[in-house]
């Protein structure tokens, strides 16, 4: 059973650049969810896909942005980067849509730093 | 506003001597109580699930009991490899979609040998 993979596990940006976060989701399952997680912090719900669809938003501004495949896989841009967005990115995937247990599959994240 | 709410932040202990760390959540319509533990470095990792109050889980040193307004992870005669930040969440009530998890700040649990 394959588990959840993110890349790339580290990059730096600059203000005002774009980036791209992937994730490939757990083997079976057709939901992906995205956190962002600052330093000392819990990690915080910014969007969920749910077969390609988005499925849920947190509070987060537009200039966050994602995608799911059809095999699963998602994407999130983050366009117009500012210093505050430094954070460690995790993608989360899990089975089914509807009374969802809470049981999570994280990967192991991109740590992002904005200068 | 949902919240929840993770105590202490930071906690040392001995090798073997046991405690306990708390999570207390304000949420209208509890869906489900959840513990995570996250490694440094690392994404987190699924420990329990709790539904109801008076319901308890165990694996292996650690034990999660749930009231209505707080849970407590119980740590019996703790290894260093306990050592870890351990999460607490719920589900968001409103988001009906399930994903949606509300995440206190952790506990940063250190284990000395």
């Known amino acids: 059973e394959t588990g959840v993979t993110q890349s790339p596990t580290h990059l730096i940006k600059t203000r005002g650049q774009q980036v791209t976060l992937r994730c490939s989701s757990q083997s079976g399952h057709n939901t992906v969810s995205w956190y962002q997680q600052a330093l000392g912090q819990g990690p915080q719900f910014i969007f969920q896909y749910y077969r390609e669809e988005e499925n849920g938003r947190g509070n987060f501004p537009p200039r966050f942005s994602g995608l799911q495949f059809p095999n699963y896989s998602s994407e999130l841009n983050v366009n117009a980067l500012e210093l505050d967005d430094s954070a460690l990115y995790l993608c989360?995937?899990?089975?089914?849509?509807?009374?969802?247990?809470?049981?999570?599959?994280f990967g192991e994240g991109s740590r992002l730093t904005v200068l | 506003e949902d919240q929840v709410t993770q105590s202490p932040e930071a906690l040392r202990l001995q090798e073997g001597e046991s405690s306990s760390l708390n999570c207390s959540y304000t949420?209208?319509?509890?869906?489900?109580l959840f513990w995570y533990r996250q490694d440094p470095g690392k994404g987190p990792e699924f420990l329990f699930t709790?539904?109801?109050a008076g319901e308890e889980k165990e694996k292996e040193r650690l034990k999660a009991t749930l009231t209505k307004k707080e849970s407590f992870l119980h740590i019996t005669a703790p290894k260093p490899e306990d050592s870890a930040t351990y999460l607490c969440a719920v589900q968001d009530p409103i988001y009906n979609q399930g994903g949606k998890l509300i995440f206190g700040q952790g506990t940063e649990l250190s284990v000395k040998p």
């Open positions: 989360a995937s899990s089975l089914g849509k509807v009374r969802n247990t809470g049981e999570l599959f």
């Open positions: 709790l539904y109801s």
């Open positions: 949420v209208s319509g509890l869906r489900g």
